[in-house]
């Protein structure tokens, strides 16, 4: 097996022999192709789509950095992901395999998509939705979260789902944010064995909101938690009975048309609103799924996100149904509860391509090998990995632990505003450098800059842009272009010699072989009296010692001259003053004697957001002394307290 494999000193690897054998994508010459031929390469990855009316032009740039992708072409997101396959004699495959958190299984086929889509389509037109109105989506892990979403689309309605974990206050503020007409939401769920009352949740939203909002609500829980139905509130299994049978067509959209909208997580700054486009979007995302992840119909797919962050929109929703996969859906959290439930998981379904967060494979690991060893976990042939930098040796652990060496890691990078993956290595072509994200994707083109624009050469780190447009990207609604431009478009561009650079808001580096290493958020950075040091760099050399399984340092003191330290320790490690020591100077080696840590705090967890990101303002205000209180954004709020306990307490 290792043979296959083969290390060079610089720690790449090239794909899997196991792999190339039947992989999608394996063509050394496609992104020089891409290059050629650009901008209409992109036609390939129109051609995957199904199109009501075809696309006069590829790209028109009139109105950059605000460009418009496959113009005059005309088509429908749900038609491509459940009605061609239910056409191509694939109606009875399953298409979603759902998992409750007390062990309940539904599937779902493309035929059941079809006609439970149908159904809902015609509710919501009953219901008073038209075409280009929002409705908002306000359900966990359940299959009616995608049917609903597919809904809208086949109707042309805009979608809006918020994450599920969202208190009353944020579901108003994204429901007025985007001028919704209708909320579908659920009596309660599951999380880690307790029930959470969601529709409680959406009544104390709705009487803030000016309007009596019509609102369907799922039944997850049942007759024990029988839903009480207000005024201009809908049980959705009712519904769906009243008017399953009816045939709802596919509104043709336009491809520059809006598909729906989304915000952003909220790491950085405050949670923004994004718009993505039908066509460009539908297009990106598909391509992705069949190039960077190998996805051909049939294929048994995993994704761990929450459908109500982009990379469940993109890689749950959006781009493995329009390739026809099976998709896994997992009610609940995959952290707490029965450490075998991942890999139960997989075992189960036969997962054959696994799609996760840096966060979670450091839990894993901090649990031990002994879980996924006990599982046959021989039908993965593809591991992902998105979100976060993944420090080297959390990737090796990835690769031989749950790939068994004989699977490619594909390290994404991607934004909600770029809606699909932008830097990837391809798994069938290209070599893997665990910790780089590798170069950009066929079409794609970036540039690490210094502050003025300047391109920077290889192994100096600077700013992350992007320096052509690509199908998948952000797109303007209403009153929004102001604030795009001047977000992500201006401090980079050269506006007179329209030229356009798309400004990620990371830092990185890129090396000799145009392999992109993510430094972290450009906001992220630690600033150490005059010193920049990354959040990914510092993380990596403190996961570097054994028995450290997650860390992140933050500056204090004084002037911000103090580099202090939180670690989370493997389970039989003792957190005592030998890995303290341990940690202090393998920082000083590393980074260097100035950045030796004043501190080092040993916690269960970091704060961190509802996609996996650690929270640095959170680990900031607790230096500071002032904690933040931004609960609704982390994933697990709790640790705020108890980390300032433990903060005092070390002083
Ligand atoms: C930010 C975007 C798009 C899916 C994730 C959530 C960071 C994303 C990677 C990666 C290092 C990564 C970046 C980016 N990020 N993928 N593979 N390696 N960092 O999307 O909430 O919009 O976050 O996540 O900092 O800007 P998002």
Not at 120 to 127: G, K, S, Y
Not at 390 to 395: F, K, M, N, Q
Not at 401 to 408: I, K, S
Request: contains cysteine; proline residues 6%.
């Amino acid at each position: 097996m290792a043979e296959d494999v083969p290390t060079d000193p610089a720690g790449k690897r090239r794909p899997p022999q196991a792999f190339l054998r039947d992989a999608t994508v394996t063509d050394p010459d496609l992104r020089e192709q891409f290059d050629r031929e650009w901008p209409d390469c992109w036609a390939e990855t129109a051609d995957l789509l199904e199109w009501d009316e075809p696309y006069e032009t590829v790209l028109e740039d009139d109105d950059a950095p605000f460009y418009r992708w496959f113009v005059g072409g005309r088509l429908n997101a749900a038609e491509n992901c459940v009605d061609r396959h239910v056409d191509a004699g694939r109606k009875n495959q399953v298409a979603l395999r759902w998992e409750g958190k007390r062990g309940e299984r539904r599937s779902y086929t493309y035929h059941d998509l079809h006609r439970e889509g149908q159904a809902v389509a015609a509710a919501l037109r009953d219901l008073g939705v038209e075409e280009d109105d929002v409705v908002t989506i306000y359900l966990p892990t359940v299959p009616e979260l995608p049917i609903t979403m597919l809904a809208c689309a086949r109707i042309g309605a805009l979608h809006n789902v918020v994450f599920a974990g969202f208190s009353p206050d944020a579901l108003v503020d994204r429901m007025e944010g985007t001028n919704s007409s209708v909320l579908v939401t659920c009596d309660g769920y599951f999380r880690e064995g307790t029930a959470i009352g969601q529709k409680r949740k959406a009544d104390a939203a709705r009487t803030s909101l000016s309007e009596s909002i019509p609102t369907v609500v799922v039944d997850r829980l049942g007759a024990s938690h029988e839903t009480q139905l207000g005024e201009n509130q809908y049980d959705y299994g009712t519904l769906v009975e009243r008017f399953t049978g009816r045939e709802v067509p596919p509104v043709s959209r336009a491809a520059t048309d809006p598909l729906f909208q989304i915000h952003t997580s909220g790491t950085t700054g405050k949670p923004e609103r994004m718009t993505h486009a039908t066509g460009g979007y539908l297009a990106g995302t598909t391509w992705t799924t069949r190039s960077v992840f190998d996805l051909s119909p049939g294929d048994t797919y995993w994704c761990t996100a929450d459908i109500g962050w982009i990379t469940g929109h993109s890689y749950v929703v959006y781009g493995p149904l329009s390739r026809g996969a099976t998709v896994v859906l997992a009610e609940g959290t995959l952290r707490y509860a029965d450490r075998n439930r991942t890999w139960n998981l997989i075992e189960r379904n036969g997962v054959e391509v696994f799609y996760t967060t840096p966060g979670l494979i450091r839990t894993f690991r901090k649990w031990g090998t002994e879980y996924p060893e006990a599982h046959d976990l021989s039908s993965i042939r593809l591991l992902g990995t998105v979100g976060e930098p993944i420090g080297p040796d959390t990737w090796d652990w990835y690769y031989e632990h749950v790939g068994d060496e004989e699977c490619p890691i594909v390290d994404t990078w991607w934004q909600t505003e770029t809606g699909s993956v932008l830097l990837s290595t391809l798994p069938g072509v290209d070599e893997m450098k665990p910790g780089a994200v590798g170069p950009p994707l066929p079409g794609i083109e970036a540039a690490v800059v210094d502050e003025h624009g300047r391109e920077l050469p290889p192994g100096e780190p600077g700013y992350l842009t992007i320096t052509r447009p690509w199908p998948s990207m952000l797109v303007p609604h209403d009153d929004d272009r102001y604030w795009l431009l001047a977000e992500y478009w201006e401090e980079f561009s050269d506006r007179r010699a329209d030229t356009w650079r798309y400004f990620t808001g990371d830092r990185a580096v890129v090396d000799e072989d145009g392999y992109v290493t993510v430094i972290g958020r450009d906001d992220d950075v630690v600033t150490l009296g005059n010193r920049r040091l990354g959040t990914a760099e510092l993380e990596a050399a403190i996961t570097a010692v054994d028995g450290v399984t997650e860390a992140a340092a933050v500056a204090g003191g004084t002037d911000d001259t103090e580099l202090y330290v939180f670690a989370t320790a493997e389970r039989d490690q003792p957190e005592d003053d030998e890995l303290r020591a341990a940690i202090r100077d393998v920082v000083a080696e590393r980074v260097g004697e100035f950045a030796r840590p004043a501190a080092v705090v040993f916690t269960p967890e970091l704060p961190e957001t509802h996609t996996g990101k650690t929270m640095y303002r959170v680990l900031e205000g607790i230096v500071d002394e002032e904690p933040l209180e931004e609960s609704t954004l982390l994933r697990n709020p709790a640790i705020v307290g108890e980390l300032s306990t433990v903060w005092e307490r070390s002083d």
